[in-house]
């Protein structure tokens, strides 16, 4: 995951990224524009197949 992540631009600091106990992973950028430059790249493919990239909402 750290190498997808990474591969889609060019980051101020390394996201960090956490596993969830139900499956899916936490990506923590350092600001919002990264975040964004991610989210707005897809569609995203992880080995071969579609993955779902969504902002955290409270």
Not at 4 to 21: D, E, M, N
Not at 23 to 33: K, M, P
Request: aromatic share 12%; charged share 20%; proline share 9%.
């Amino acid at each position: 995951m750290e190498r997808f992540i990474l591969a889609q631009g060019v980051f101020s600091t390394k996201p960090v990224i956490l596993v969830h106990i139900d499956g899916y992973f936490v990506v923590r950028f350092a600001n919002e524009g990264e975040r964004d430059m991610v989210l707005c790249s897809g569609p995203h493919y992880l080995m071969r197949r579609p993955i779902i990239i969504e902002p955290w909402v409270p």
